[in-house]
């Protein structure tokens, strides 16, 4: 598992794995059921605090992401986070929302917000597309 | 980590109290108050020279305060320094060993203080490291030296070790095994580290709480995590004039642009949003700030501060 921390930005540590394993959750580089390492060896890999990836853990598996076996570990959950499809929504407008309103500061048309959007858009659906079956 | 049980159970790994240090007539340690939870990663953070190491020293009962009290491991430092010593590990920027010594040996010698010494864990981190046991210390690389102290200090299973600018003049690589290594001892159950470095990344990768220390002084103490909270940036368009910001509580630093200001903000929340409201500011941006920044601009702010004084 690929996390990338970057202490210089602003954001504390555990957003950004719970963030990073959520992405790759939604891109399909986890997949249902896929073990994660455990606290002490993500810290390690890491070279994080063991609470910071302890915290990142906990937060994922409140939202649902992610769930604790006893004594086996944890994993990534099956199908369908537990988010109702309105609080859904609501985290998309307020990302999104951002990220236009940093487009339209940078004087991007709204012809070329959309395609972007689109753009976007089609390469993390194309990302996610299950193999080709019978090969 | 929960600070405010702590501070209920009083369970500190290492306590101080108005703790001082002069030097002649320098003031190395002014009034010192530090509270080091038990099980927790605690992060000294200060430019060169801003009194961490003599902070240490005196927690390691090498320097004598010129006056305050130390608590370590819930005994006063004056009554029992030998039994405090062998639950402590130390690790210090000259790193002390015998360079007539091989490295085998300078692990039996140190292994015959500790009635805890752990020969299992002694060899793994031998093998780890890939220390060459009958070379003699004065031919070790620097990097080794240094692995070869972090070998001694946690065999023995301390619980406290204490590090002071542990990574200091080290490469990359041998910065990421001390670094890995403390992150895999911290997450054995009640261990508690404290270690000064004036590397951001490393305090910030690592530790559960930081302490800003200048001049002898501590100017804030949290957990890391908080202060990512609690600290921003705060920018917003002028439009024409500029609102006075500059004397509001909890605003460190101010920029001003062309057309905008951008604020850092200790304590953001409804009531910083609201008296910036009160001053014509509209649709302000809050965007994350990085400890880094934090430190310079904290730093920063109390030499502005002294020189208005």
């Given at each position: 598992m690929f996390i990338n921390i970057d202490p210089s930005s602003g954001l504390p540590i555990y957003i950004q794995i719970a963030q990073q394993i959520k992405t790759a959750v939604a891109m399909g580089r986890l997949q249902p059921e896929e073990p994660l390492p455990s606290v002490r060896q993500l810290a390690v890999d890491l070279a994080v605090n063991?609470?910071?990836?302890a915290r990142a853990y906990l937060d994922l598996e409140i939202e649902g992401v992610i769930y604790k076996r006893q004594g086996a570990g944890t994993f990534v959950s099956g199908q369908g986070v537990e988010m109702s499809k309105a609080e859904r929504r609501r985290v998309l407008t307020e990302l999104l929302e951002k990220a236009l309103v940093e487009g339209v500061n940078l004087g991007l048309s709204e012809q070329e917000l959309?395609?972007?959007?689109?753009?976007?858009?089609?390469?993390?659906?194309?990302?996610?597309?299950?193999?080709?079956?019978?090969? | 980590m929960n600070s405010d049980l702590n501070n209920i159970l009083g369970d500190y790994a290492l306590e101080t109290r108005g703790l001082w240090r002069t030097f002649g007539k320098f003031e190395a340690v002014k009034g010192v108050d530090l509270r080091v939870p038990k099980g927790t990663v605690f992060g000294l953070l200060g430019v060169n020279g801003a009194g961490k190491s003599t902070i240490i020293k005196m927690a390691m009962g090498h320097l004598r305060p010129t006056r305050g009290e130390i608590k370590v491991l819930g005994r006063a430092l004056g009554e029992d320094l030998v039994e405090i010593r062998k639950r402590v590990a130390y690790v210090s920027e000259n790193r002390y060993l015998y360079e007539w010594m091989t490295v085998a040996e300078s692990i039996?010698?140190?292994?015959?203080?500790?009635?805890?010494w752990d020969d299992g864990k002694a060899a793994d981190l031998l093998k780890r490291f890939s220390l060459p046991p009958g070379k003699k210390v004065r031919q070790l690389s620097r990097g080794n030296r240094a692995r070869l102290c972090l070998l001694l200090a946690l065999s023995f299973n301390p619980e406290l070790i204490i590090l002071d600018e542990p990574t200091s003049g080290l490469d990359p690589i041998v910065r990421r095994d001390f670094i890995e290594n403390i992150v895999s001892e911290i997450a054995e159950e009640g261990k508690t580290v404290l270690f000064s470095s004036h590397i951001v990344d490393e305090v910030?990768?690592?530790?559960?709480?930081?302490?800003?220390?200048?001049?002898?002084?501590?100017?804030?103490?949290?957990?890391?995590?908080?202060?990512?909270?609690?600290?921003?940036?705060?920018?917003?368009?002028?439009?024409?004039?500029?609102?006075?910001?500059?004397?509001?509580p909890g605003v460190l630093a101010v920029e001003n642009g062309r057309h905008e200001q951008v604020l850092t903000v200790s304590a953001w929340g409804d009531e910083t949003l609201r008296s910036l409201g009160e001053r014509g500011v509209k649709n302000p941006e809050v965007l994350p700030i990085s400890l880094e920044d934090i430190f310079v601009n904290t730093v920063r702010a109390e030499r502005e501060r002294r020189a208005g004084l």
């Amino acid at each position: 598992m690929f996390i990338n921390i970057d202490p210089s930005s602003g954001l504390p540590i555990y957003i950004q794995i719970a963030q990073q394993i959520k992405t790759a959750v939604a891109m399909g580089r986890l997949q249902p059921e896929e073990p994660l390492p455990s606290v002490r060896q993500l810290a390690v890999d890491l070279a994080v605090n063991p609470n910071t990836v302890a915290r990142a853990y906990l937060d994922l598996e409140i939202e649902g992401v992610i769930y604790k076996r006893q004594g086996a570990g944890t994993f990534v959950s099956g199908q369908g986070v537990e988010m109702s499809k309105a609080e859904r929504r609501r985290v998309l407008t307020e990302l999104l929302e951002k990220a236009l309103v940093e487009g339209v500061n940078l004087g991007l048309s709204e012809q070329e917000l959309r395609e972007t959007f689109d753009r976007v858009l089609d390469k993390i659906l194309l990302g996610r597309a299950p193999e080709p079956v019978g090969k | 980590m929960n600070s405010d049980l702590n501070n209920i159970l009083g369970d500190y790994a290492l306590e101080t109290r108005g703790l001082w240090r002069t030097f002649g007539k320098f003031e190395a340690v002014k009034g010192v108050d530090l509270r080091v939870p038990k099980g927790t990663v605690f992060g000294l953070l200060g430019v060169n020279g801003a009194g961490k190491s003599t902070i240490i020293k005196m927690a390691m009962g090498h320097l004598r305060p010129t006056r305050g009290e130390i608590k370590v491991l819930g005994r006063a430092l004056g009554e029992d320094l030998v039994e405090i010593r062998k639950r402590v590990a130390y690790v210090s920027e000259n790193r002390y060993l015998y360079e007539w010594m091989t490295v085998a040996e300078s692990i039996s010698f140190t292994r015959a203080f500790h009635e805890t010494w752990d020969d299992g864990k002694a060899a793994d981190l031998l093998k780890r490291f890939s220390l060459p046991p009958g070379k003699k210390v004065r031919q070790l690389s620097r990097g080794n030296r240094a692995r070869l102290c972090l070998l001694l200090a946690l065999s023995f299973n301390p619980e406290l070790i204490i590090l002071d600018e542990p990574t200091s003049g080290l490469d990359p690589i041998v910065r990421r095994d001390f670094i890995e290594n403390i992150v895999s001892e911290i997450a054995e159950e009640g261990k508690t580290v404290l270690f000064s470095s004036h590397i951001v990344d490393e305090v910030e990768r690592v530790a559960d709480y930081v302490a800003i220390i200048n001049e002898g002084e501590i100017l804030l103490v949290s957990t890391i995590d908080d202060i990512k909270t609690s600290y921003k940036r705060v920018r917003y368009a002028t439009n024409g004039t500029r609102p006075e910001v500059a004397g509001l509580p909890g605003v460190l630093a101010v920029e001003n642009g062309r057309h905008e200001q951008v604020l850092t903000v200790s304590a953001w929340g409804d009531e910083t949003l609201r008296s910036l409201g009160e001053r014509g500011v509209k649709n302000p941006e809050v965007l994350p700030i990085s400890l880094e920044d934090i430190f310079v601009n904290t730093v920063r702010a109390e030499r502005e501060r002294r020189a208005g004084l």
